[in-house]
Structures are given as structure tokens and as C-alpha cells.
């Protein structure tokens, strides 16, 4: 158990929908990270948020968002969900930045219908 | 990942062989992680090399960044089926919490 928890684990939808995945990190860690994995993408970075700020951006697509709360609970907004959306999502989390190892949670699986 | 390739992208051994996978990147790494996925599961933490000419064991697996600093290795002596699973590498470019993956070596131990 990586002591990072993500809810919920499956979430099936249908295009042009919007979801919230939503990740709670591991007791005191800081930094949140969120990514997206394909079969033909591999693990690509979405976004890393820092104590409630957005430090870095990677492949994050503009109908996503992201936002870390002063809980430092995390949410990924996905909004006019398309096919290709369809991926396992990870959350992971630091004590503080990117030079340290990320603990991932286990995932939510996203199938758009 | 461009900035991190991985070798091979898959790998089927007899249990109790030795294997070795290679993770090079196109810039110099100030950190490398290695990672254990099973599939469709999440990611967990095995090993992470900072200096040149670093190398860390845990368990039968041995990773070492070499002295330029543009490669690690990770080795499995004695292969067993608990191995298998997908190993990737990841790093930090840019400083600023920018995460990058290798795309993953499928690692399969026939018993």
C-alpha cells in the first residue's frame, strides 16, 4: 500500500461527458503529480501541483484541469470526454518536488463508451 | 518518452536467469527512478540513483547510473516469476517537477 488512495477506481462514461477523479497523497507529502496512461502513449505527465500551486504542466489537454486543495487532496477534471480519453489515470505524491520518488495510487480506469 | 528510451521493450526469460535492462537518456539525469508496474495496477518505487558510478541493490535487483550520467542499467540475478511485470525508468528534466518515463521493458519469467 503506497498510502495513496484514488477514487474511484473505475468510472465508465459516455463522450462529451465530464468526470472528477479525485487522489488523497500520502501523510505529508506536499506535492501532487497526475498521469495518463495508454496503451499506445505510454506514462505521460499531466500536471504537478506543489502545496496548492501548479508548479509544472506537461501533455495536459485544455478541456483538463486540475487543482490541489488546502487538504492537499487533489482532483483532474476531464470535461467533453472523447474516445480517446479513455486511459488509466494515476495520482502519485512527493514530500516535496520531483527530485524524489514518486508513490503512485493504484489508478482510476476511465473507459469511454 | 524521446528524452528516455528503454531496452529491450520486452524481455521472456527461464526462471533463474540473469537479465539486465537499459534505460538512456538524452540529457544528463540528476536522478533516476526505476519502477515496478503490474499490469493495470499503479507504480511502485524500487530504486532511485542520483550520482555517477551509483549503484543500489534491493533484493536480487541491482540498478546503476553510469559515470556520465546519461545511463542506468537494472539487473535481476536469478530471475523468478515474482520479477515479472513492467520496469520502468523516470526522471526529472527541467527542475521544475516536469516528470518523464521511459515507455517501460514487459518483463516475462518462464518457471
Known amino acids: 500500500d503506497s498510502g495513496v488512495t484514488q477514487t474511484p477506481k473505475h468510472l465508465i462514461t459516455a463522450t462529451g461527458q465530464r468526470v472528477t477523479l479525485r487522489c488523497s497523497p500520502r501523510?505529508?507529502?506536499?506535492?501532487v503529480y497526475w498521469y495518463q496512461q495508454s496503451l499506445d502513449q505510454g506514462l505521460q505527465f499531466l500536471i504537478h501541483?506543489?502545496?496548492?500551486?501548479?508548479?509544472a504542466k506537461g501533455n495536459i489537454l485544455e478541456r483538463f484541469s486540475a487543482q490541489q486543495f488546502p487538504d492537499l487532496h487533489s482532483e483532474l477534471n476531464l470535461s467533453s470526454l472523447e474516445l480517446g480519453d479513455s486511459a488509466l489515470y494515476f495520482c502519485?505524491?512527493?514530500?516535496?518536488?520531483?527530485?524524489?520518488?514518486?508513490?503512485f495510487g493504484d489508478g482510476t480506469r476511465l473507459s469511454i463508451l | 518518452s524521446q528524452e528516455l528510451e528503454q531496452s529491450p521493450q520486452s524481455l521472456i526469460v527461464q526462471e533463474g536467469k540473469n537479465l539486465t535492462i537499459n534505460c538512456t537518456s538524452s540529457?544528463?539525469?540528476?536522478?533516476l527512478y526505476w519502477y515496478k508496474q503490474k499490469y493495470g495496477e499503479g507504480l511502485i518505487f524500487l530504486m532511485m540513483?542520483?550520482?555517477?558510478?551509483e549503484e543500489k541493490s534491493h533484493e536480487k535487483i541491482t540498478a546503476k547510473l553510469d559515470e556520465k550520467k546519461q545511463q542506468s542499467s537494472l539487473h535481476i540475478t536469478a530471475s523468478q516469476p515474482s520479477h515479472a511485470g513492467i520496469y520502468l525508468c523516470?526522471?526529472?528534466?527541467?527542475?521544475?517537477?516536469?516528470?518523464?518515463f521511459g515507455d517501460g521493458t514487459t518483463l516475462t519469467v518462464k518457471p
Open positions: 502519485a505524491s512527493s514530500p516535496t518536488g520531483a527530485d524524489q520518488p514518486q508513490h
Open positions: 501523510s505529508g507529502d506536499l506535492s
Open positions: 501541483y506543489y502545496n496548492g500551486e501548479e508548479r
Open positions: 540529457k544528463t539525469l540528476y536522478g
Open positions: 540513483l542520483q550520482k555517477g558510478g
Open positions: 523516470g526522471a526529472a528534466f527541467g527542475g521544475a517537477g516536469k516528470s518523464t
